[in-house]
């Protein structure tokens, strides 16, 4: 079993010459452009990362790997591989036809041959597969709010890979380091899956998992898509680059691995698993909640921590690949030494920083040790994550029409402008739908629009150091997360709730609007005759019954302080 196969994996690509004429030919074809994370998977699927899929799942492979991991005809597969598109794309095609896949510059990929189209049950596939139909999970928000309604199956003919422009040579296709791997002679490989920057504690144990294996060691991180509010992958592989070198010579190898991750916990390992089997890995370090996602809505983890582990152990001759547990490794200061945390001499002092410890200190430009962390990968994680009283931000204001959200949004950004430091920028919802949404109204569909819209903004001043201030009304909860994932890659998203009821909204109707409203004149209007979802997990919630405006402004300021985005 720990034997590696260097022989080539099938792939789904076609030749040069046939993909020169396909190529042609598929412009005919009615074309689906691909999300980022289809076109992740599809990366995997034609390189053989996702061997033995031949295409996007159809109908019986899903219900098979829903219900048992297992596709139809019985292999082993913990993980839908499905192409979803909305309902309007649906109905322009049927089985029977092919379609071009294209990346979002419009070039063609792939040709997928439809076999399936069906409707799927997705609280089914949220139970079945991530565990709960909840919404806190990164996977299940994505199903339920950004996954189109109708999933197409079929074949796929590659084409050609996606263009990557970054890190290029570190990137392998499983073949790629199947023959590496066959070059250099490794017999036993260890992969370890990550999507963290790696620290003086990870070094350790991977060294050790690999010496105890008598294994090379090949750090395979994920660079597709990881959990919303992770490292870019282009600070963590500099990080990766920097700790390559603390490794004994010709040991370890770096690659990058192009997963779009569903943070999956237990199937996810298992998963993992084969897609390190495909790339000529003998043996898989399996940690502690391995590709946990967090915690639900209740505040309970979703997973339990040994969960994955349990299942890879269960799985691990069929997946024909080793589980290597993981070790806890804590620093121990008299021996000024790395040890497992069952191995450490009694008595001695134990040293350790969590995630959420180091992540402090980032963003409050404190002092990371350095038993903690090599100096050049806490330099790089300190270029891209300055003090927070340095990065950019964004507040979101969100409330009913005539909530008093612009007249705080206003008082707060002179407030801002009055300390400097930063550009501030207002995109305020009447501004924003004069300027950059003049053409929308106020179906969902267009509001959404509108909101993505301005959450694109607000995050790239957020990236560029500057400070957003948002305040459209933004009624649904699913749009303002959506947002918030836009804008926390890049800063703190500060969504403050002007909570001002509707009938002092009403009372006031400043604007004239409700009356018109009431009298049906003007229709679907937030309140009266179309919803508002209050926020549940704002950063604030400010009352402006009874308030004047200043102190409201000022309660935002204190947020922005207590959160250190501002100093006093
Ligand atoms: S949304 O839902 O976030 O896209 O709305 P937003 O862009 O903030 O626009 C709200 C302003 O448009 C005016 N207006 C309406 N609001 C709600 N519903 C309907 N049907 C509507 N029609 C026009 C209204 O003046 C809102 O301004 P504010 O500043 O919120 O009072």
Redesign the pocket.
Known sequence: MSLPNYAPIPELYVSSDSAQKLKLEAGNLISWDLTPRQTCDLELLMNGGFHPLKGFMGQADYDGVVANMRTADGTLWPMPITLDVSEAFADKVAPGQDIALRDQEGVILAILSISDKWVPNKAVEAEKVFGADDLAHPAVNYLHNQAGKVYLGGPVIGIQQPVHYDFKARRDTPNELRALFRKLGWRKIVAFQTRNPLHRAHQELTFRAAREAEANLLIHPVVGMTKPGDVDHFTRVRCYEAVLDQYPAQTTALSLLNLAMRMAGPREAVWHGLIRKNHGCTHMIVGRDHAGPGKNSQGKDFYDPYAAQELFAAHAAEIGIEMVDFKHMVYVAEKAQYFPANEVPEGSTVLDISGTELRRRLREGLDIPEWFSFPQVVAELRKTSPARSKQGFTVFF??????G??TIANALMVKLMEMGGRPVTLL???V??KHL?SE?G?SKE??DL??KRIGYVASEITKNGGIAIC?????YTATRRAVREMVEAYGAFVETHVATSIEECERRD??G?YKL?REGK??????I??PYEAPTHAELVVDTEGTDVDHCAHQVLLKLEQMGLIKA
Not at 398 to 403: N, W
Not at 471 to 475: E, M, T
């Open positions: 969100t409330g009913l029409s005539g909530s959200k612009s305020d919802g009447d924003v739908r949404s929308l106020f267009h509001r509108n909101i305040a459209p009304i933004a009624p400043r604007k609007l409203a003007i229709k679907e209007f937030t309140g005759s179309d």
